[in-house]
C-alpha cells in the first residue's frame, strides 16, 4: 500500500526562527510531490515537485525533493505568526493522479 | 478566479439519513476529485471524474457512497443511509488537464459531516 510520512507531527517555534519539515514517501509508482498549507479550511497549494534536486522557491519558503532517498523537505525561513498551519505532504502516484497524503505537521509560531 | 466551492460547510445528521454533498470545480477544471479525512487519520482518496465520467472510484468506501457529475461540471456525493464511521471532513480538489501531465490539484474548504 502506498505510503507518505512527515515529521515532525508537531512542532512549536519563536518567530524568526527557521523551520525544516519533512517528507518520506513509500509507493508503486510516483509523478510528484506536493505540498499544502492548510490553515481553516481548504488547504491551499504550495509546490509541486517532480525533478529531483531542483528546489522550488516562493518568498520565504522552499521545497526540494530526493527521489534517491524517497524524501521531500519544505523549508520556512524567518517564521512569522501567520506560517501557523497544517503541511500536508501528498504524493500524485499517478494511477488517476489520485493523491496520498501525509497525516501532516501541525506548525504553530509564537511571538 | 472563483476558487473550488463545497456546500454545505457543515453537516449534521442522525445515523439512517441521507446527505448530499456539492462539489463546484473551478471553471474549465476536467478533474474532480473527492477526498475524505475521518478524525485523527490522513486525507483519503475517495473518486476520480474527468468531465461527467467516473475515472477511478478505487477509495469509495462501500455502495452506501454514490458521487455523480452532471454535464461535467458540478459534482455530488449522496450518502445513503449514514452511519457513524461516515462522520468526517469531505474535501472536493480540481484541476485542469486531460494528457499526462501532471496538474496541481486545489482544494475547496470541506464539508464536516457530522452522524450522530
Known amino acids: 500500500e502506498d505510503k507518505v510520512v512527515q515529521s515532525p507531527l508537531s512542532l512549536v517555534v519563536h518567530e524568526g526562527d527557521t523551520v525544516t519539515l519533512n517528507c518520506s514517501y513509500e509507493?508503486?509508482?510516483?509523478?510528484?510531490l506536493l505540498w499544502y498549507k492548510q490553515e481553516k479550511k481548504a488547504p491551499t497549494f504550495l509546490f509541486m515537485l517532480t525533478s529531483s534536486g531542483i528546489e522550488k522557491k516562493s518568498g520565504r519558503l522552499s521545497s526540494i525533493l530526493d527521489k534517491k532517498e524517497l524524501s521531500s523537505i519544505l523549508n520556512i525561513t524567518a517564521t512569522q505568526t501567520g506560517d501557523s498551519a497544517i503541511y500536508l505532504c501528498a504524493v500524485d502516484t499517478g494511477t488517476a493522479s489520485k493523491l496520498t497524503f501525509g497525516t501532516g505537521t501541525r506548525l504553530q509560531v509564537t511571538l | 478566479e472563483a476558487g473550488v466551492t463545497q456546500f454545505p460547510s457543515h453537516s449534521v445528521i442522525e445515523k439512517g439519513q441521507t446527505v448530499t454533498l456539492r462539489c463546484d470545480p473551478i471553471s474549465g477544471h476536467d478533474n474532480l476529485y473527492w477526498y475524505r479525512r475521518v478524525m485523527g487519520k490522513e486525507i483519503k482518496f475517495l473518486l476520480h471524474f474527468v468531465k461527467e465520467s467516473k475515472q477511478d472510484e478505487s477509495g469509495m468506501p462501500n455502495n452506501r457512497f454514490l458521487a455523480e457529475r452532471t454535464g461535467g461540471t458540478y459534482s455530488t456525493l449522496k450518502v445513503q443511509p449514514a452511519e457513524l464511521e461516515d462522520s468526517g471532513v469531505y474535501f472536493c480538489?480540481?484541476?485542469?488537464?486531460?494528457?499526462?501531465?501532471?496538474?496541481?490539484?486545489?482544494f475547496g474548504p470541506g464539508t464536516r459531516l457530522t452522524v450522530t
Open positions: 509507493v508503486t509508482n510516483f509523478r510528484s
Open positions: 480538489a480540481s484541476s485542469q488537464g486531460l494528457d499526462r501531465v501532471t496538474y496541481e490539484q486545489y
